[in-house]
Every structure is written in C-alpha cells, then in structure tokens.
C-alpha cells in the first residue's frame, strides 16, 4: 500500500520561508516520478514543482527561483523549500507520486495536503 504524508505547513508571514515535507511509504521515491501540487481556494489544483528520477526538475514560473524540491533517498521523502513565500502562495499543498519514471505517465498516488498561509 502506497502512502504519502505531507508535513511542515502553517501560517507565515510574506517574505518568510517553509519546509514541506512528504514522507512516502510502499514506493521508492527515487524510482519514480515525484511532484509537489498546490490547490488554494476555488481554484484547480496545480504543478508547482517536480523531479524525475535522475533528479532533473521543473518548476511553474511563479516560483521559480524561489522553491526547490529535493529529495532524501535514505529517509524515502521528499521536500519543498520555500522561500520569499508571497500571500499568492496561499493554498493547500499536495504531494504525489507518478505511475513511473517518466513526465508523462502521470501521478498515481497522492497525500492528503498540507495548508500553507501567507499573511501579508
């Protein structure tokens, strides 16, 4: 059974920074595919960020240069670093994992979430 958890999510203010986390159970992260999405108040979830499993990553453009996702093969989770968080960021992060090795193939598994708020 495939498992994800996310932790780290919480109230800060703009220009602060936080560590989610996502640990992963029943899947090896660094075989497959893993993403962070995020979903804030009456809108679609979103790609934020994701690695394959040669550690390539890409990122939206409203947090590049700002997110990093990272990965810890020895404790099977991974991370998102935020920094210079902005209220726009404000949403409900999720973590996922893919159906494989490749971009394409799509996410299989999915965490619960983790809310993020950004106060101005």
């Known amino acids: 059974q495939v498992q994800l958890v996310e932790s780290g999510g919480g109230l800060v203010q703009a220009g602060g920074s936080l560590r989610l986390s996502c640990a992963v159970s029943?899947?090896?992260?660094?075989?497959?595919?893993m993403a962070w999405f995020r979903q804030a108040p009456e809108k679609q979830r979103d790609l934020v960020a994701i690695?394959?499993?040669?550690?390539?990553?890409n990122y939206v453009h409203s947090v590049k240069g700002r997110f990093t996702i990272s990965r810890d093969n020895a404790k099977n989770t991974v991370y998102l670093q935020m920094n210079s968080l902005k209220p726009e960021d404000t949403a409900v992060y999720y973590c996922?994992?893919?159906?494989?090795?490749?971009?394409?193939?799509?996410?299989?598994?999915w965490g619960k979430g983790t809310l993020v708020t950004v106060s101005s």
């Open positions: 996922a994992v893919g159906r494989d090795s490749s971009w394409s193939s799509g996410m299989e598994y």
């Open positions: 690695m394959n499993t040669g550690g390539s990553t």
């Open positions: 029943g899947r090896t992260v660094s075989n497959y595919v």
